[in-house]
């Protein structure tokens, strides 16, 4: 059975009722982030509790096989680009000065354009003293919007062969503040702009690891990118009966509160393979995520 640190009473301040925003992180990929999230999701909302799930791992969401949500809305999501009027242009090379991804050069007093490079800051455009840039639009993406069995749903897709997802995250995450209840945040695991984009503004990070060395390390790396955004923390340890210890003696050190530990239960992983919830397929497994959610409110309280 899961193992939880901590169990508090029902009478508690009732957290729940709050706009609490938890995001679920991860050093590495493959550790169970998106499992946690889910069942934690629906946990809370069987419980009659508001939830909106937000899946920011947009290179690759899966929280939806899952959730199995009935998608409402569609919105393409664009950044703008610079497009360049030649008749206007003069060569003088300022825009290729003050972009710093090379998606805009001039050679020669000729103009290159790169999209696929732009950040879409508008810069160019800006400093051109002969106003020959303009902008316009290109799809990186699209998010969708939904309903999953009392839990509110939104993802963000990114097209294929696109490497800016900063941009498609933060447009996923506008719907945060109109958002009654708990939000939940499935950031893309690592720890590179995407994931600071993910958990920047929430309440409480839970990093979800496992008890290998490279989870060790790269849990490690996940520690530092919050405690360098200042946001309170907690660790999850999946298939936690694995592996070996030192990821429990690091939480220890470094006074990180260890919240819950899931077993190497293989009906879990049959219930993953099948797309369905832990929560869903094994019951049992119901109070332990309720108590994780009274655990996350409790650290806030401490």
Not at 69 to 98: F, Y
Not at 258 to 273: F, G, K
Request: hydrophobic share 35%; charged share 25%.
């Amino acid at each position: 059975m899961p193992c939880l640190r901590g169990s508090y009473d029902q009478g508690q301040v009732d957290w729940l009722n709050s706009q609490m925003k938890i995001a679920i992180a991860s050093g590495k990929g493959g550790t169970g982030k998106t499992t946690v999230a889910t069942n934690l999701a629906q946990t809370l909302a069987e419980e009659g509790r508001k939830v909106t799930y937000f899946d920011c791992d947009v290179e690759e969401p899966n929280g939806h096989i899952f959730l199995q949500p009935k998608i409402e809305r569609k919105d393409s999501v664009g950044i703008p680009v610079p497009q360049v009027d030649m008749e206007k242009c003069t060569g003088c090379g300022l825009c290729g000065q003050i972009c710093q991804y090379s998606a805009i050069v001039v050679i020669n007093k000729k103009v290159l354009t790169f999209p696929e490079l732009c950040n879409g800051c508008g810069g160019c455009s800006l400093v051109c003293p002969v106003e020959a840039i303009s902008e316009v639009p290109r799809q990186i993406g699209v998010v969708e919007e939904g309903r999953a069995d009392g839990i509110r749903f939104f993802q963000g897709i990114l097209r294929v062969g696109e490497v800016r997802s900063t941009p498609l995250i933060r447009q996923v995450k506008r719907s945060l503040s109109s958002c009654d209840g708990i939000k939940i945040v499935d950031a893309p695991p690592g720890t590179s702009c995407p994931v600071i984009e993910a958990v920047k503004g929430a309440d409480f990070v839970l990093l979800v690891t496992e008890p290998t060395p490279f989870g060790l390390n790269d849990l490690k790396l996940a520690v530092g990118m919050v405690r360098e955004l200042k946001i309170p923390l907690g660790v999850v340890i999946n298939r936690a009966d694995v592996g070996d210890d030192e990821v429990k003696v690091y939480c220890q050190a470094e006074g990180i509160e260890l919240l819950l530990e899931i077993p190497d239960d293989r009906r879990v992983a049959e219930a993953y393979s099948r797309g369905e919830l832990a929560v869903n397929a094994l019951p049992e497994y119901l109070p332990w995520f309720h108590r994780l959610s009274r655990s996350i409110e409790k650290s806030l309280s401490q």
